[in-house]
């Protein structure tokens, strides 16, 4: 006789342990052991057992969980890790991490990490029985025609147990929800459809608010250097690009904005590269939503912008509409406060739609949620791009599925209290999906092709370019670990398909967008996977945590309009910009939304943080370790430089940048 001596460990988190009955078995190329009862699975306990077999079962390969429903009385059991010290003095890791559902049987792998063709036969057939059970528990659905389709569940709750919210973050996320309703039912805003008074009656219901940035915001909000300074570190730093030629649908002369250009020209300054435009093209055309029984008006404006001398980012120009007319003028800083102010409100709108639309929901949430599906249907868990991914997919199918069932559904949020919600939004997305492209989400490549480089205090450049080569840098020592040539990324069938899926469900098939649809090279991988972790952390981050602190004061990114754009100038007034913006009802609902969706948990994960061992090797655990480092430091560069700041860009510090897209 032989004893294996078995070391299971369950979670902390709270309701992680169990009193059902759960079994194991041991796996071993030469045998298997019979099924023994575990018990005392308490949370957060860490259990000892012995396995008796009548001779070694030869080199362990897998661990067979069986959770058998006794009766009706079954709950779950969150597995961290189950360790084996073996009869020849190994001791062997089979990470899990995950709940176990009742009468659900789970195979467990070692943590030695393998790519498929390097798997014995034993393995091999593991790897497809476990991607045949996850692809059947993860589909793709069609949400709409144009669109990166999305996981095939409607209801959180019936989501596999491995990828729903953990207790704490659900009833921390639902009691969020349930104190702003209170917050707004307390100052009977909720159902109010009146605009507000004025200005002082708007800055009034703001007195109770605790936010440093709400309150500056507040006070530097209708100013142009503000203005401008939002398109570099705002909560979308996405839409400003370098002009060196205007568009010929945007007739500004030399004469229109001579007065804002340092005592030089227009010509000059797009000559020395310090002109800059935001154009809102991709909102052209679309009829606003219904709001409050108000219809709402959306515009597409172009926006012109000077670097001056003190790299300050200035607005010199704006147009409303895409089609230059009498009826569409070219507005001014010098045109009437009334006017400038309206004028630049509509942009602020315009900057709600394309930032929560394409810049938020499709470039962050529903991209990761394609990377999600994709990596939990085709890789299995001994597979190094599984170990390396899972943790920048928690939580996210979860977030999603809340988001379509309660921001973007027929009675959602945003189908209720958006100028782009509803039927526009349906038309945007498809639009932002049809010209998205690779190099748009590859960090250096979207800095360069908008002519980014030399901008002066673009802190979200700054922190962006170092977190995307530290990011880089772990990917690639990572994957070269396993990858040691070419030849063994062409022959991963597992990876193949992969990204062959990706391309098709994610990017519908586009060979304009650039996105690849096989690997050929260990180079093409490693950007592609930066790319993937990149986009669910550092950009989510981005554009996602400066909701509330830049949007929660309205005026400055207004949900909708209830009067259409200016035709002519000199007509505005403060009652007219009091009569545009969104009612006291919108107000308070937007608001709530975002300042729910800027909460983290208890339970949060920063980037680089690993809570689940799942590999064991010497080599990947030393790049974990200088991976963190790494991070630490940037965050330790960006606080002190943050110290000499009126208005510190906190968003891409390491440490307020989640793993993944989770809130």
Not at 383 to 396: A, C, E, M
Not at 435 to 450: K, W
């Amino acid at each position: 006789m032989v004893i294996y001596t078995v070391t299971v460990n369950t979670g902390k988190r709270l309701s992680a342990g169990t009193t059902s009955s759960i079994s194991i078995q041991l796996r071993g190329t030469e045998a298997e052991s019979e099924e023994q009862i575990l018990n005392n699975l308490n949370q957060g306990s860490e259990s000892t057992f012995e396995i008796e077999t009548r001779k070694s079962l030869g080199e362990l390969i897998a661990v067979k969980l069986n959770f058998k429903q006794l009766g009706h009385l079954c709950n779950e059991w969150f597995c961290k890790k189950i360790s084996v010290n073996t009869p020849e003095g190994d001791n062997i890791l089979f990470p899990c991490y995950r709940w176990l559902d009742c009468g659900e049987i789970l195979v467990l792998r070692t943590a030695q990490a393998l790519l498929v063709f390097q798997d014995r036969t034993e393995g091999q057939r593991h790897r497809t029985k476990q991607l045949e059970k996850r692809q059947e528990l993860f589909g793709w659905r069609v949400y709409d025609q144009g669109m990166p389709q999305i996981i095939d569940c409607d209801d959180e709750s019936l989501l596999p147990a491995e990828v729903r919210f953990s207790f704490t973050k659900s009833v921390e996320f639902f009691s969020t929800a349930a104190k702003q309703f209170v917050y707004q039912m307390v100052n009977q805003l909720a159902d109010n459809q009146n605009s507000w008074e004025s200005f002082r009656t708007l800055e009034d219901f703001y007195s109770g608010i605790k936010n440093e940035t709400i309150e500056y915001v507040k006070e530097h909000w209708d100013e142009d250097e503000f203005f401008g300074y939002q398109y570099l570190n705002g909560f979308n730093p996405m839409m400003i690009q370098r002009c060196s030629k205007l568009p010929e649908n945007f007739p500004v002369t030399n004469d229109m904005v001579k007065d804002s250009l340092s005592g030089s020209s227009l010509e000059q300054e797009l000559k020395k590269g310090n002109i800059f435009l935001s154009d809102y093209k991709m909102l052209d055309g679309l009829v606003g939503n219904v709001i409050n029984g108000r219809q709402q008006y959306l515009t597409a404006p172009l926006v012109l912008l000077y670097c001056n001398p003190q790299g300050k980012m200035m607005p010199i120009a704006i147009q409303l509409k895409q089609k230059p007319s009498k009826e569409n003028p070219i507005f001014l800083p010098s045109d009437s406060k009334e006017d400038w102010r309206l004028v630049k409100i509509f942009v602020r709108s315009a900057e709600f739609g394309v930032h929560e639309v394409d810049f938020h929901l499709l470039r962050t949430h529903l991209l990761a949620e394609v990377f999600t599906v994709a990596t939990l249907r085709h890789f299995p868990s001994p597979h190094p791009l599984f170990k390396l991914l899972i943790r920048h997919t928690r939580y996210t199918l979860q977030i999603n599925i809340l988001a379509r069932n309660k921001l973007i559904s027929a009675d959602g949020i945003l189908s209720k209290y958006a100028g782009v919600g509803g039927e526009p939004l349906v038309y945007f997305l498809k639009r932002a999906t049809a010209s998205l492209t690779y190099s748009a989400l590859c960090f250096p490549d979207n800095i360069s092709e908008r002519g980014l480089e030399n901008v002066p205090n673009y802190y979200y450049r700054d922190d962006g370019m170092q977190l995307w080569e530290i990011i880089n840098k772990f990917v690639a020592a990572f994957l070269s670990n396993y990858y040691k040539q070419d030849d063994h990324v062409q022959k991963d069938t597992e990876l193949q398909r992969w990204i062959s899926e990706i391309f098709t469900n994610g990017f519908l098939a586009r060979d304009d967008s650039g996105i690849p649809s096989s690997f050929q090279t260990l180079e093409e991988l490693i950007k592609f996977v930066t790319m993937v972790i990149f986009s669910g952390s550092a950009q989510h981050a981005a554009v996602n945590n400066g909701q509330y602190d830049f949007g929660g004061w309205m005026p400055n990114f207004p949900s909708g309009l209830k009067k259409p754009p200016p035709k002519e100038k000199g007509q505005t007034t403060e009652d007219t910009i009091l009569e545009t913006l969104p009612d006291k009802s919108t107000t308070v609902n937007i608001m709530s939304i975002l300042s729910l969706l800027t909460n983290d948990s208890a339970d949060y994960y920063p980037l680089g943080y690993f809570p689940e061992n799942l590999v064991d090797e010497d080599a990947p655990l030393k790049l974990i370790e200088d991976f963190q480092k790494n991070l630490s430091k940037l965050s330790d560069r960006i606080e002190k430089r943050n110290e000499k700041l009126e208005l510190p860009y906190t968003y891409l510090n390491p440490k307020n940048v989640g793993n993944s897209v989770s809130i």
